[in-house]
């Protein structure tokens, strides 16, 4: 099963940018399709955005649309986060993992982005 370690999280001003990556323990290739998730406190976790094991996004949340960017290398078992414009809704603690549910792996323990003035 693999593991993923999350990082790139801050605290930054609204408006402002950050770039999350996760890596997986084993090859992320043979795990087809993954997503951001991310959990706020007193909210279920919801995934952000998705992308398909070519590296296609799509099913961004209507929340994050037009700010956030999915990306991922398979040669570097990682997967990326762009986000600009951040808002203060967008804070929780962010975590990667398959989109099929066969296929998930561990959850790892998140990269916290908080968004406040």
């Known amino acids: 099963q693999v593991q993923f370690v999350e990082s790139g999280g801050d605290l930054v001003p609204p408006g402002g940018s950050l770039r999350l990556s996760c890596t997986g323990s084993?090859?992320?290739?043979?795990?087809?399709?993954m997503g951001w998730y991310r959990q706020a406190p007193g909210k279920q976790r919801e995934v952000v955005a998705r992308?398909?094991?070519?590296?296609?996004?799509?099913l961004y949340a209507e929340s994050v649309k037009g700010r956030f960017t999915i990306s991922r290398d398979n040669a570097k078992s990682t997967l990326y986060l762009e986000m600009n414009n951040l808002k203060p809704e967008d804070t929780a603690v962010y975590f990667c993992n398959a989109i099929n549910v066969a296929f998930l792996g561990s959850w790892g323990q998140g990269t916290q982005v908080t968004v406040s003035s």
């Open positions: 084993g090859s992320i290739f043979t795990i087809g399709a």
């Open positions: 992308i398909t094991v070519d590296g296609t996004p799509y």
